[in-house]
């Protein structure tokens, strides 16, 4: 009987296996161009920022499409206008409005041709983060946020995070070509070779005290850090900002992340209708990608140096042979046309320099994915 079972677990493997198929979805060849409105009306002492594009096409080069030329104002049920200007492209701000709480706010955008009105939303006043804390997880550093609203009157967050860290090439330079030769690098203005990088947050981060007695966040997972990411090569820093929201602006947000995230298996929620506080005045039936809150924001950093973690083995992003010898006569055009950069002079057995090691960009030059200016906030 075992022998039955066990062929029968095999043979439905087999079936299993053989029914795959490759699944190539049609994918619409019609740009509905449609509205997107990111942002936050700040009712605080930070700036308002609203982001506006377009959708495009799945399989289009474009993979971001700003809306410029538009005219964005914030208005309160108490009539009050204030407007907002554009820069950069397609980013609409204002300097801290210091706004009423107790009021309600919406926003209104006047593009070629069309008006968008936001609903009128209650502003929100988040409460301060507690703090900032983090664990080392087999799989890399997580960092969580901790919260509580003594009124128990917040229930739903939502945060956001920025992330900078300090990295350094794998090679180091001591030299450089100017055009007639190769002389050496001033380290105090022309460092290469240690850097800083930033990312924003990319996924949607949630968390709700609605099911507790108390309005408190404990631990709640904002971001993991990859153990072999050079994020925690030396040392890395996350500021986190939170935000009070609604219950409906909470609902949306929990949507788009189960539209957005949480998809790839028969398992997970599927696709659903996403419908946000905007619309067009003259074309109800028009989407629009957004949802328009209002409130305070709170923020908090931390640090975290590599020696409060466990030595683990980094991923440098591009593959690095070891240097080249590159010989001053023959070689040359080799740093002046920037395919290599040197990086240390070498000599014969006389001590005669006849040239210079050299490596790619890539394994020398930390400024192509960083900058060596370092953050003002660095500490």
Known sequence: MKIFKKLYIVFILLVLLCCKKAFNPNVTATNYNYLVVEGIINTGADSTFIRLSRTVLLDSKTTLKVESGATVTVESDASQVYRLVEKPLGTYAAAPLNLDNTRKYRVRIVTKGSTYLSDF???????????????????????????????????????????????????????????????????????????????????????????????????????????????????????????????????????LKKNTENLGSIFDAQPSQLTGNIRNISNAAEPVIGYISAGTVTQKRIYVTKDRLPNWRLTYPFSCSEPDTVFTKDGDMLFQSKVLIPL?????????????????????????????????FWQ
């Open 344 to 376: 240390d002079q070498v000599a014969n057995d006389s001590g005669v320099i006849i040239g210079h090691t050299g490596a790619g960009s890539g394994c020398s030059d930390c400024t192509i994915r960083g900058t060596n200016k370092k953050p003002a």
């Open 121 to 255: 939303v209650e502003s929100k006043v988040s409460p301060q983060i507690d703090s900032l804390n983090y664990k080392v997880a087999e799989t890399g550093l997580q960092i969580y946020a901790n919260t509580h609203d003594a009124s128990n009157k917040t229930r739903y967050y939502r945060w956001e995070y920025n992330e900078t860290w300090q990295f350094n090439a794998k090679y180091f330079s001591a030299f450089k070509a100017d055009g007639k030769g190769i002389v050496s690098r001033d380290m105090n203005t022309e460092n290469i070779f240690s850097c800083w990088g930033n990312s924003i947050s990319s996924s949607i981060v949630l968390g709700s005290s609605l099911k507790l007695v108390n309005d408190v966040i404990f631990q709640n997972p904002v971001t993991l850090v990859p153990s072999d990411s050079e994020k925690i090569g030396i040392k890395y820093s996350i500021l986190v900002k939170q935000y009070a929201l609604t219950k409906d602006a909470f609902e949306f947000w929990e949507l």
